[in-house]
């Protein structure tokens, strides 16, 4: 019995793979050369506002300690 219960559960998730590739075979693609060039162009035109190129001005800084640490 054990045997039957381990080739259905093997046939199961055989066929979930080959639904699963089926599926992402049929997906429409997007040429990597048109996407990292879009990448490319929205990075230029956003570059002012960011702040990892720009920084953070210390007075906007959320993060800034509002304290300096003292040693007694």
Known sequence: ??????????????????DQL????????????LTAADL???CK???RSDPLLTGI???SNPFKDKK???LL
Not at 3 to 15: A, D, E, I, K, P
Request: aromatic residues 2%; positive net charge.
């Open 45 to 47: 035109d956003h570059r």
């Open 1 to 18: 019995m054990s045997g039957t219960m381990c080739s259905s559960n093997s046939v199961v998730q055989t066929q979930k793979l080959v």
């Open 57 to 59: 001005a210390a007075s």
């Open 22 to 33: 089926r599926l992402e075979a049929s997906m429409e693609r997007i040429r990597i050369s």
């Open 40 to 42: 490319i162009q929205y």
């Open 68 to 70: 300096t640490c003292t």
